[in-house]
């Protein structure tokens, strides 16, 4: 009788625990999928910079009420004042599209295109996102 007990109660730790580890696995997928960024370098023209932060805070503020935008961090490189890294998060690749046919995203896009020197724009797909 105690050995029956025993195998019901390593049967079931084991249920529990395939359970716990699925169900883990599961939010992690959930987590990562529906997540497409778009990566943007750019190098701004000194005697530009503060219309161009006006200009681009004005535009990720809008786009984050954006129903298919989940983040838009504007970051600026340490060495570099005249350098921004745009990092956008989307539910997918036709909400970009979306946030490009808003009127806020228009009015930036013609604003800045007099003060950016360069451009690199980087399509890319989320594997995994950690954070608290």
Known sequence: MLKSISLATATLAISAACFVLLAAGQRVEAQSAGMYVNSVDLDILPAERDNFLAAIKENGAAAVTEPGCKRFDILNLASDPNHFLLYEVYENEAALKAHRETDHFK??????????????????????????
């Open 107 to 132: 009015k930036f896009a013609a604003a800045a295109s007099k003060m950016v020197a360069k451009r690199d724009a980087r399509a890319m797909s989320v594997i995994a996102s950690n954070a608290k």
